[in-house]
C-alpha cells in the first residue's frame, strides 16, 4: 500500500460487466484509501460510461482519498461521492 502503483492481481473476471449501468463499489479503508485490489478490479475491465457508487467500512479515521485514488482506474466513469460507515454498522453501511 506504501507504493501507490502496486497491484494485486484477481482470480477470474465477471463475463457480463456490460450488462450493468452501475456498479456499488464496496471496500474497507486501508491507510485512508481503497486497497489496490479494488484498482485491479476497476481496472480489469473498460467501464466507460458507467456510474461508479462506492460505499466503505473504517475504523473510523473516514473515506479520506479514496475517490481520488480510484478515478484514475475508472477511466470514463462518473465517480458518485463515497460514504463511509463504521465496521459494526447496526444501521447498514450506507
Ligand atoms: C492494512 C489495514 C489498514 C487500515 N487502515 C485504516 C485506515 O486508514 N483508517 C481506518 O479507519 N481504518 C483502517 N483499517 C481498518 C479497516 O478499515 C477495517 O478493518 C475494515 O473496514 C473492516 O473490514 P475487515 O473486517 O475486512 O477488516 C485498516 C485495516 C487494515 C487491515
Known amino acids: 500500500m506504501a507504493d501507490r502503483s502496486s497491484r494485486v492481481a484477481i482470480a477470474g473476471?465477471?463475463?457480463?460487466m456490460a450488462d450493468?449501468?452501475?456498479?456499488?463499489l464496496g471496500f474497507p479503508i486501508?491507510?485512508?484509501?481503497?486497497?489496490?485490489?479494488?484498482?485491479?478490479?476497476?481496472?480489469?475491465?473498460?467501464l466507460a460510461g458507467k456510474t461508479i457508487s462506492p460505499f466503505a467500512t473504517s475504523g473510523g479515521s473516514g473515506y479520506g482519498?479514496?475517490?481520488?485514488?480510484?478515478m484514475p482506474s475508472a477511466?470514463?466513469?462518473?465517480?458518485e461521492s463515497g460514504k463511509d460507515g463504521p465496521v459494526?454498522?447496526?444501521?447498514?453501511?450506507?
Do not use: T
Not at 482519498?65 to 480510484?70: A, C, F, H, M, V
Open 88 to 94: 459494526r454498522a447496526p444501521r447498514g453501511l450506507i
Open 75 to 79: 477511466p470514463g466513469c462518473q465517480v
Open 30 to 46: 486501508w491507510w485512508g484509501v481503497a486497497p489496490h485490489i479494488i484498482n485491479s478490479f476497476l481496472e480489469s475491465y473498460d
Open 20 to 24: 450493468y449501468d452501475e456498479i456499488f
Open 13 to 16: 473476471k465477471m463475463e457480463n
Open 65 to 70: 482519498r479514496s475517490n481520488k485514488e480510484l
